[in-house]
Nanobody, 124 residues
Framework: QVQLVESGGGLVQAGDSLRLSCAAS????????MGWFRQAPGKEREFVAG????????YYGDSVTGRFTISRDNAKNTVYLQMNSLKPEDTAVYYC?????????????????WGQGTQVTVSS
């Protein structure tokens, strides 16, 4: 059984940086793509970033391109989301997810396992 546990969320000011981590267990981690999604109050869940099993392929949502970076350490079964130049509109619950596909995926329906989420709040 796959378990995904996010950490690193918190309250920061606009312009600050934050790094989220997601520790995975239960499968051969390097075989599967990983992704980050977020959901703000009253809004639908939004794709943030995705990464292939090897880490060589990445996708980003339009609103975070150039500010966020997804990476992974397969030796530690962990995926990261480095968030720079944070804005108040980045405030949301951030979720880590794993797909059973090797490549990165944008569509949340292509992800099979989800973490419980971590809150990120950016004050102006």
């Amino acid at each position: 059984q796959v378990q995904l546990v996010e950490s690193g969320g918190g309250l920061v000011q606009a312009g600050d940086s934050l790094r989220l981590s997601c520790a995975a267990s239960g499968r051969i981690f390097s075989a599967y793509g990983m992704g980050w999604f977020r959901q703000a109050p009253g809004k639908e869940r939004e794709f943030v970033a995705g990464i292939s099993g090897s880490g060589s392929g990445t996708y980003y949502g339009d609103s975070v391109t150039g500010r966020f970076t997804i990476s992974r350490d397969n030796a530690k079964n962990t995926v990261y989301l480095q968030m720079n130049s944070l804005k108040p509109e980045d405030t949301a619950v951030y979720y880590c997810a794993q797909t059973l596909q090797f490549g990165p995926r944008r569509n949340q329906n292509e992800y099979d396992y989800w973490g419980q989420g971590t809150q990120v709040t950016v004050s102006s």
